[in-house]
Nanobody, 126 residues
Framework: VQLQASGGGLVQAGGSLRLSCAAS????????LGWFRQAPGKERESVAV???????YYNDSVKGRFTISRDNAKNTVSLQMNSLKPEDTAVYYC?????????????????????WGQGTLVTVSS
């Protein structure tokens, strides 16, 4: 599976950004797709993911502000980020794994995720 993320950038606090990830390769319906992030000096954490059955999981810190969506016809997964805060500043990665929603639950489990995109930087200024 190849993953190509786009859409990062610089935005002021309270603003919005939309990240997109184009996936290609294997039968993507067999994979969960989602987003993770890593801020400087911090461990990578999950942000929002879809399971294979389209169950969603959100990190508590982004609930009500971020929305993940998936277009199976276009093999894309997007992350709409609203009401951005400086603490959302990080490199955002899209990921794919058959057990993604399980492996999203801890940094240790996330090390087992099979496929990662290249990352896109999101910077939120105060």
């Amino acid at each position: 599976v190849q993953l190509q993320a786009s859409g990062g950038g610089l935005v002021q606090a309270g603003g919005s950004l939309r990240l997109s990830c184009a996936a290609s390769g294997r039968t993507l319906s067999n994979y969960g797709l989602g987003w993770f992030r890593q801020a400087p000096g911090k461990e990578r954490e999950s942000v929002a993911v879809f399971s294979r059955s389209s169950t969603t999981y959100y990190n508590d810190s982004v609930k009500g502000r971020f929305t993940i969506s998936r277009d199976n016809a276009k093999n894309t997964v997007s992350l709409q980020m609203n009401s951005l805060k400086p603490e959302d500043t990080a490199v955002y990665y899209c990921a794919a794994d058959p057990l993604l929603i399980t492996r999203a639950r801890s940094s240790e489990l996330s090390r087992e995720i099979a496929y990662w995109g290249q990352g896109t930087l999101v910077t939120v200024s105060s």
